[in-house]
């Protein structure tokens, strides 16, 4: 198991398949060439497979199947990982050249609840008018300040291609947020800070952060800090049980959490950690937090 683990997959599928090639040359009807065509004289009841070689057969490709299946999907959310680490990069670079050109004042992060019931984030906000849970298109994101001011013209940075949620029959626009305590909102129990210079160890803080499907609404994750135990807005989980987080030095991690995240069966708008392991993932990142 050991030394199959340290294979690549496509190795293994190409040692297989030729094994299996070998395998049909050792299985080869008497009397046939290897193309499988009949040499004269050869009696035709030497001609049929038998069931046992029939059923041998069939187990060997369902095998190489699986194996090509599964690197398949291992390759996919590989490359999914990738391209969201690479947007949280991008857009942390636009929100540092933001910083830069506003003298070192961070772009607001503020969102309102309104008469619908909804959360978005406001018009003068990073992001614009924007609920990715009701956005039916990318108008938000354009009037969004990091998109206005050119400090990106791709759309697509604000998703996550393994962010499979929709929006009724087209999937969401957005799966990123900014850190609360980033030009946030004051009404909340959370330290907010407005400079980049405020910020007291910025390869420490996080700023964009990949949020859970079944948590995001506008742009504003909110995460109340400790002791507190319980998850307010809550990250995702799709790159193989972790997510993406980029910090205010300009670098981008991937996390990986002890326990699977899901916000079903919460309280109100907050969740209590479910156990001693989520607990943990709450507490790693309330110390991301300013």
């Known amino acids: 198991m050991k030394i199959l683990k340290k294979c690549d997959n496509l190795r293994l599928f190409r040692f297989l398949l030729k094994f299996f090639s070998s395998f049909v040359d050792l ?43 599964t690197g398949i999907t291992s390759a996919r959310g590989k490359a999914d990982s990738v391209a969201c680490r690479n ?16 003298n070192d004042a961070l772009p607001p992060n503020l969102s309102t609840f309104g008469d619908d019931g909804i959360w978005r984030s406001t018009s003068n906000s990073w992001i614009g008018l924007s609920s990715t849970i009701k956005d039916k298109n990318d108008s938000g994101i354009r009037e969004g300040l990091l998109f206005k001011y050119d400090y990106n013209r791709s759309v697509a940075l604000y998703h996550c291609p393994a962010d499979k949620s929709k929006v009724e029959n087209q999937l969401r626009l957005r799966s990123y947020s900014m850190n609360g305590t980033m030009g946030g909102k004051t009404d909340e129990v959370q330290r907010v800070v407005y400079r980049a210079a405020e910020i007291p160890a910025p390869a420490k803080v996080f ?8 948590s995001i609404d506008d742009a504003h994750f909110l995460t109340w800090a400790a002791p507190d135990d319980r998850w307010v807005n809550m990250p995702a989980d799709r790159h193989q049980k972790g997510c993406t987080l980029s910090f205010a030095d300009s670098h981008v ?22 156990n001693e392991s989520d607990l943990i993932d709450l507490r790693r990142l309330q110390d991301a937090l300013p």
């Open 27 to 69: 299985w080869r009807v008497p009397g046939t060439s290897p193309a499988g065509c009949r040499i004269r004289g050869t009696p035709s009841h030497l001609l049929a497979f038998t069931l046992i070689e029939l059923l041998t057969t069939i187990a060997i490709i369902s095998i190489l199947a699986g194996l090509l299946l």
């Open 253 to 274: 991690e991937r996390w990986g959490w002890r326990w699977k995240k899901d916000l079903r069966n919460k309280s109100s708008y907050w969740k209590k950690a479910e």
């Open 207 to 214: 700023v964009f952060i990949d949020e859970h499907q079944d």
């Open 87 to 102: 947007n949280l990069k991008q857009l942390q670079l636009c929100w540092q050249l933001y910083v830069n050109d506003s």
